[in-house]
């Protein structure tokens, strides 16, 4: 098992052993494990002592953001970026968060990015109690998502401008791609907008005025992030259907060309169809001048059929007005 523990007092941080830690005396401390399930059990149930279903609750499988008040205590599930390697229908990995008066507990699979800044701000000592570890959380996984987000909408603001015929795969590709991310980032944002302003309500002297009004800031962010996440699945939806049509255009404009060009010659393929038989009775057929007939009127036919064409803008400039 890994993880590590930090006794606080009076915002001076100092590392202690994980299997020490809760046995030091210290006003405020912090666990946090990083291992799988069987491991992050047998600790938090032997040594912790943590209640059967406050233990199963922090190293559940399938977890979505939300918030419980247990007694005393409160659990707090949270989602936020990894350079990890995750599974393609997750973008966000968890952290599981136990928060009573003077102890925290957090329990990761994956490598937070926003742990660090957190962890920095501990050695800092800006970090007193357990509200202000939760107001960190809170505050730098929001922080962490909003550029990533917002990433999103600038790439679908250009592709918006770059709408053209020559580039519908590259961009239908790309807006496949932000609209995947979009609808992964939903699932979270909104359940965890909600399990932070379920925070700053909790009743409990651990949390203070300050925490819960950065809570609530944190929410607003998220909720906010929520919004737009939810505006660019829609844009790129809109952004896909426009590129659905400028393809079907481009097929039609196709479709048009090959279809003049077999009108064009059908007319000639009968007549040259028609004189290239070997029968007798054929017009002209023994006449030395017909070769020079025949040619002369398919040129006349190929002539005034693209005439035809061109004057009723089949083909040519205005091209489909009509």
């Known amino acids: 098992m890994t993880g590590f523990a930090y006794r606080i007092n009076d915002g001076d941080a100092e590392p202690v052993a994980v299997d020490q830690a809760l046995g030091c005396g210290a006003p405020f401390v912090w666990v946090h494990l990083a291992t799988t399930a069987e491991h992050a059990q047998a600790w938090l149930r032997d040594k912790a002592r943590l209640e059967p279903f406050t233990v199963d609750a922090l190293t559940a499988n399938e977890t979505r953001p939300r918030c419980e008040k247990m007694g005393d205590s409160a659990f707090l599930n949270l989602r936020g970026r990894t350079d990890e390697e995750l599974e393609s229908s997750d973008m966000l990995a968890s952290i599981r968060i136990w928060a009573a008066k003077g102890r925290v507990v957090s329990v990761t699979r994956k490598q937070l990015v926003a742990l660090d800044a957190v962890i920095e701000e501990v050695k800092s000592g800006a970090i007193r109690d357990p509200g202000d570890l939760l107001t960190a959380f809170a505050t730098e996984i929001t922080e962490d998502l909003d550029p990533v987000v917002a990433d999103l909408g600038d790439w679908l603001d250009d592709c918006e401008q770059k709408l053209d015929v020559k580039r519908i795969f590259e961009l239908r590709r790309g807006v496949t791609r932000v609209r995947s991310e979009a609808i992964n980032y939903r699932r979270f944002l909104n359940p965890q907008r909600i399990a932070l302003e379920r925070l700053a309500t909790l009743p409990g002297d651990w949390l203070g005025e300050d925490d819960r009004a950065h809570l609530s800031a944190a929410a607003d962010r998220a909720a906010r992030m929520a919004e737009e996440v939810e505006a660019i699945r829609e844009r790129a939806s809109v952004v896909h259907e426009a590129l659905t049509d400028l393809r079907a255009e481009q097929l039609d404009s196709r479709s048009l060309v090959i279809a003049i ?21 054929l017009w002209f057929a023994h006449e030395p001048w017909a070769f020079d007939a025949i040619v002369g009127l398919c040129a006349l036919i190929a002539i005034g059929t693209t005439l035809f064409f061109v004057r009723h803008r089949w083909i040519g400039r205005g091209a489909g007005a009509e």
């Open 261 to 281: 060009a077999a009108m064009v010659f059908l007319p000639l393929t009968f007549l040259t169809g028609l004189y290239g038989m070997n029968v007798d009775g």
